[in-house]
């Protein structure tokens, strides 16, 4: 295996290089700046060391979490619930469509009367269907209560003629002859 | 008068209003910044014109004021844009001189060019040559059917690109169920006249219709465009594309569907291709030469159906390539060709024509949308006007 070059080099040949120079030249100017950092670190590492080591504020701190409800489950519900935000912000932007196009049919007047002139339009006929039906059963019943007449052989025998009845009876003897020639073939 | 704006959109039609409503539900801070410049006060639903010539629908119910469609956020500029000039980034209105931008958006939809047949003009809405084409005349569509008392009933598509490819035969199956109802069928003759080499592009769908053309005895001419009308003598002068002769055909009563083209505005200027047409990339929907100039709709030179359902899937490619662009992000939304045909093939049935650029259905129901259907002839007449209206002018659907 090959050495690489860096390796190669001595630390005066690297010393000697213009950047390596003007780079520690740079880093000795900054040094009590680097300095004075350092020490606010370890300033804030001892704080927090101290903290932890603290009965006072560790029995905080259970109290804390035992008031509430935050568990191991939870933070790892939350992170589940971090995973799936692009998700989540994919439906809630859809539900937000929705309730805006719903918002604004809503507030349209023009179209709350198209609505309106089209549900007509369906219910109307349906409507007279209804309204014909009933009418024509109160008919029938003001009729037979009306009717004292006694029905002979010779009342059926005009019924028979009736083109509605004729109707029923033709479908009631093609349903007998399609059962009949079925049951035969069987 | 402010002379620049973030985003300059022209056309308030079906493409702009999306695109102005759409930006702004995804960028609220451009509230104040967005233009749409249209010289029209009324908006209308046009899909619905085919139902109002067949006497389905009131055409009252296809217009809406415009400023009530404005989004909240947008202004609107009631002028007329009569040249582009892309390279300082402004547009030419009529009345108020030149308006800068950042971003520009075309979509000021198709023109319809009338003196394009012999005739025509002059005659429409008389004598029994009525088309469904314009807001004015559309009724005389319906006068023209009721008052048919049988003989030859015309229908034409021309040799040009037009708004809902399917429209011209729309008005005729709906014609034909009329005449059933009405009793002159038997004697009367229904022709279609079309510039296009079959009855539909989309192989599936045209399987289905050439069934339609033959149940309601339709006589077909393929490859002829109409070129003049002698309505006094009631005479349609027809062109063969192929041979290029021309032959006469008498009617007594004729519906046309007018050539189109791209609005005088863009065929003029730097930003139309040869044929006139906004040259944009047919994926991004970004100007082919100008980044900052994006399109859609009708006036493109998108190789697909111009219809409204195909902006409803340009829009949001416009919005977000455009902010992308905004952002110096890389415009990479993509549009697939999508279009939408609802072939309405007589008074309470239609086929759900759904496609993209390679002519492959694109079917949004669970059922074989090429069998003609009660249920999508309601979609059409009862739901997409309310989806229009209240969610794709409003940048929901």
């Given at each position: 295996m090959e050495r690489s070059t860096t390796e190669e080099q001595t630390v005066e040949t690297v010393l000697t290089r213009p950047d390596v120079e003007q780079a520690l030249i740079s880093l000795v100017d900054r040094l009590p700046?680097?300095?004075?950092?350092?020490?606010?670190?370890?300033?804030?590492?001892?704080?927090g060391m101290a903290t932890i080591q603290d009965e006072e504020v560790k029995d905080k701190l259970d109290r804390v979490m035992d008031s509430s409800n935050i568990q191991v489950e939870t933070l790892e519900a939350a992170m589940q619930l971090i995973e799936k935000l692009p998700m989540l912000l994919q439906v809630t932007n859809q539900l937000e469509a929705m309730f805006d196009f719903a918002k604004d049919v809503y507030q349209d007047e023009e179209t709350k009367e198209l609505i309106g002139r089209r549900v007509e339009e369906y219910v109307t006929p349906a409507k007279e269907k209804v309204e014909w039906s009933r009418a024509t059963f109160e008919e029938v019943q003001r009729r037979v209560a009306e009717d004292d007449r006694q029905i002979t052989l010779f009342s059926l025998m005009k019924w028979l003629k009736e083109p509605s009845v004729q109707?029923?009876?033709k479908y009631m003897q093609a349903t007998i002859d399609v059962l009949s020639e079925r049951s035969a073939k069987r | 008068m402010r002379k620049h704006y973030r985003v300059v959109i022209v056309g308030a039609g079906t493409g702009g209003i999306s695109v102005a409503a759409r930006m702004l539900r995804e960028?609220?801070?451009?509230?104040?910044?967005?233009?749409?410049?249209?010289?029209?006060?009324?908006?209308?639903?046009?899909?619905?014109?085919?139902?109002v010539g067949a006497g389905a629908v009131k055409k009252e119910e296809s217009v809406r004021e415009m400023m009530s469609l404005i989004p909240d956020g947008a202004i609107w500029l009631q002028d007329r844009v009569v040249g582009f000039d892309p390279e300082a980034n402004q547009v030419e209105t009529a009345d108020n001189?030149?308006?800068?931008?950042?971003?520009?958006?075309?979509?000021?939809?198709?023109?319809?060019?009338?003196?394009?047949?012999?005739?025509?003009?002059e005659a429409l809405g008389t004598k029994q040559v009525c088309s469904n084409y314009?807001?004015?005349?559309?009724?005389?569509?319906?006068?023209?059917?009721?008052?048919?008392?049988?003989?030859?009933?015309?229908?034409?598509?021309?040799?040009?690109?037009?708004?809902?490819?399917?429209?011209?035969?729309?008005?005729?199956?709906?014609?034909?169920?009329?005449?059933?109802?009405?009793?002159?069928?038997e004697n009367s003759n229904i022709v279609f006249g079309s510039a296009n080499p079959?009855?539909?592009?989309?192989?599936?769908?045209?399987?289905?219709?050439?069934?339609?053309?033959?149940r309601k005895r339709i006589e077909t001419h393929f490859r002829v465009n109409l070129t003049e009308i002698k309505a006094d003598e009631k005479v349609a002068v027809f062109e063969n594309l192929d041979s290029h002769e021309t032959f006469e055909m008498n009617?007594?009563?004729?519906?046309?569907t007018p050539p189109m083209q791209a609005p005088a505005s863009i065929r003029e200027s730097k930003l139309a291709d040869a044929g006139g047409w906004l040259d944009v990339d047919k994926y991004t929907l970004q100007h082919k030469r100008y980044e900052n100039v994006f399109g859609l709709g009708d006036c493109t030179n998108l190789p697909t159906s111009k219809?409204?359902?195909?902006?409803?899937?340009?829009?949001?490619?416009?919005?977000?390539?455009?902010?992308?662009?905004?952002?110096?992000?890389?415009?990479?939304?993509?549009?697939?060709g999508y279009s939408s045909c609802p072939i309405v093939t007589g008074y309470n049935s239609l086929i759900l024509a759904e496609f993209d650029y390679e002519k492959v259905p694109q079917e949004s129901m669970p059922f074989n949308q090429a069998k003609e259907r009660h249920s999508m002839y309601i979609l059409k007449k009862d739901f997409l006007p309310l989806l229009y209206w209240n969610g794709m002018l409003n940048g929901t659907m």
């Open positions: 700046k680097i300095e004075q950092s350092l020490r606010r670190l370890e300033d804030a590492v001892d704080f109707h029923g009876l | 960028k609220r801070h451009l509230a104040d910044d967005i233009l749409l410049i249209d010289p029209e006060t009324k908006h209308y639903y046009q899909p619905l014109w085919t139902l001189g030149s308006i800068q931008y950042d971003y520009l958006v075309v979509s000021p939809g198709i023109e319809i060019d009338w003196e394009r047949i012999k005739g025509l003009k314009s807001y004015e005349h559309v009724d005389y569509t319906w006068e023209t059917l009721r008052g048919f008392e049988g003989g030859t009933a015309l229908f034409t598509h021309p040799a040009s690109p037009v708004k809902c490819g399917g429209a011209p035969q729309k008005i005729m199956y709906l014609a034909e169920d009329y005449f059933s109802k009405s009793g002159v069928r079959a009855i539909f592009d989309v192989t599936k769908y045209r399987e289905a219709l050439e069934k339609v053309l033959d009617y007594d009563m004729i519906h046309v219809t409204g359902a195909a902006i409803r899937k340009q829009a949001p490619v416009v919005v977000h390539n455009l902010l992308d662009q905004m952002y110096g992000k890389v415009p990479v939304a993509t549009y697939d």
